[in-house]
């Protein structure tokens, strides 16, 4: 046995390169050309082939060290190949041996005939080396039943106290049968599954000798060439992988997909055969917590109850929009951290200056409530404020600033909640957003809204005052920042003039999202709101 240290061959433009993914481990046995780890420069990902068979004995580098050409990354023990400067006669000895030790059954049926022995047409597979005899549990199963695999396919994953570890199919073929299942637990030599192999020789064999009289050595020393790195760029996909949709992954990219939650199967890798990489993860993480609600993100299960053991039952089927609606709050909630600012407002001043227009409102035939003027007063202070304005771009590097106020209003109706549209509140009188809140809410109820109606705005405003209650912390509706919940008036002492005296408080409550506004802003924006409800000449200025 010798040592060999096994350093970074070279990586041609690229100076330093980061380590991503380690794909072996210490006492693990490895073939010529198997992939030993996983290098990421600037623009591609490349996999590190052996350029020997051996056993690993120790890992010169971690995940996420930066290595260049000729830096060390471990060492292999290999089998001494005997002496080269024999005569030829001698020669043959030592070479069988060598054979001997890779591959002691098809050695011997290549020796006894000039001709490559034939691939049984049935082969059990069985679990490698793992280097102990500990049991270690399958957690993943990725074939089935009559599923073709090529060579190299990954066909389950397991998983000790320290590391997954994917378990490639030796043989391309077909699955005649499968001998595990999840949860198993497996050891070095268990079988796994039976295969129809195809024609091909499997990877372990040793080149195919051919009819013409060669001598033996000839067969073991010509050992090909070590395949240079694959660049993610340019490597070819592996056939059949588009059909089969099998997953290619390695150990650290399944356990961050656990981690995550997420189905690697959903997942379209895009490094070399289709590999599923960190970073393929991570943008399948982000497009789902800023998906639209129509795409399903699911919400957190709870084990179901078999309830009628308690008592008499009924099952009632949710409507679709209520489903929608539970899904879209579920991933704002989760997506937003929320601050909810409370404040209560006088508007004493504002319900006596609404009473004063209602004989104005009869002849105009519009019914004026509280909320053209909440509209009114919102709008005002976006544009006072315009960093609630705004929405997030989903990357993190940048606010999207509109240079439009659009305000949403939220409307219960039977099948459940809606939320229409008020175009360019800003630019509108109160007489113009009361008839446009009394249009909408009709629609609304009867079902007539567009969708057109009830996309594009700014902010919106949940008004739970003609039901009750001293204050809520309403959901921010994703992408905007942030939300107004209005509760109901009530009749509270406020020390005037050195007195108590009745006056008209509203309660609110400004839920935003700190990702993009601020503890400082939140009051602000609160205190200049109430302001404006609290005199309404305010809203004239």
């Given at each position: 046995?010798?040592?060999e240290?096994i ?17 072996v ?72 041996e ?17 001709i ?13 080396d ?22 190299d ?22 699955i ?30 040793v ?151 209602k ?33 997030l ?8 600033q ?10 219960a ?44 705005a ?22 905007e ?9 009530d ?18 409550t400004l ?21 404006l ?9």
């Open positions: 046995m010798s040592i240290n350093k970074v061959p070279d990586l041609g433009d690229s100076s330093e390169v980061e380590v991503i993914e380690l794909l481990s210490v006492g693990q046995s490895v073939e010529e050309n198997d992939s030993l780890l996983v290098l990421e420069s600037d623009k591609a990902a490349m996999e590190i082939p052996a350029p020997m068979a051996g056993v690993v004995k120790s890992i010169s580098v971690n995940l996420g060290d930066q290595v260049s050409t000729g830096s060390e990354m471990l060492s292999l023990e290999i089998a001494e190949s005997g002496s080269q400067d024999s005569a030829p006669e001698e020669e043959s000895a030592p070479a069988v060598l054979m001997k030790e890779e591959e002691p059954t098809k050695v011997a049926e290549t020796a006894s005939s000039p490559a022995a034939p691939v049984p047409i049935s082969q059990t597979i069985e679990v490698p793992l280097g102990s005899d500990d049991e270690i549990e399958i957690i993943e199963i990725h074939i089935k039943q009559k599923d073709s695999i090529e060579v396919d990954v066909l389950i994953t397991l998983e000790s106290d320290k590391a997954a570890m994917d378990v490639p199919a030796p043989y391309a073929g077909v005649e049968s499968l001998l595990v299942a999840v949860g198993d637990k497996v050891k070095t030599g268990s079988p796994i599954a039976k295969i129809l192999a195809s024609a091909a020789a499997d990877k372990q064999e080149p195919t000798v051919k009819q013409e009289a060669q001598p033996v050595e000839a067969t073991v020393s010509s050992r090909p060439a070590p395949a240079p790195p694959q660049a993610v760029a340019s490597a070819p996909a592996t056939p059949g992988y588009e059909s089969s949709k099998k997953v290619y992954a390695g150990p650290a990219v399944r356990k961050m997909a656990r981690e995550l939650g997420v189905d690697l199967g959903q997942i379209k890798g895009s490094g070399a055969k289709f590999r599923i990489l960190k970073e393929d993860v991570l943008k399948f993480v982000k497009s789902r917590l800023n998906a639209p609600a129509s795409q399903g993100v699911s919400l957190s299960t709870v084990p179901d109850i078999d309830f009628s053991q308690f008592g008499e039952i009924e099952e009632v089927q949710r409507s679709k929009l209520h489903k929608l609606i539970s899904v879209n709050m579920q991933r704002n909630w989760n997506s937003v951290p929320h601050v909810a600012q409370f404040n209560e407002v006088d508007v004493t001043d504002l319900e006596e200056f609404r009473a004063g227009l004989g104005e409102a009869e002849r105009r035939d519009v019914r004026l409530t509280f909320l053209p003027f909440l509209l009114k007063a919102c709008a005002k202070a976006l544009l006072e404020y315009p960093q609630f304005n705004v929405s771009h989903s990357s993190g590097e940048y606010i999207i509109k240079k439009y106020v659009h305000i949403g209003m939220a409307v109706t039977e099948t459940g909640l809606v939320v229409p549209v008020i175009r360019n509140a800003d630019q509108k009188s109160i007489w113009q957003l009361a008839e446009e809140v009394i249009e909408l809410s009709n629609k609304a109820k009867n079902r007539k809204l567009t969708a057109d109606e009830m996309q594009g700014c902010f919106t405003i949940s008004s739970l005052g003609a039901i009750g209650g001293t204050g809520f912390i309403p959901i921010v509706n994703a992408p920042v942030a939300i107004l919940g209005v509760g109901k008036t009749i509270k002492p406020v020390y005037i003039g050195g007195e108590f005296v009745p006056r008209k408080v509203l309660p609110i839920s935003y999202d700190h990702k993009v506004v601020n503890g400082v802003d939140g009051g602000l924006f609160a205190t200049y709101l109430g302001k409800l609290s005199d309404v000449r305010h809203l004239a200025l």
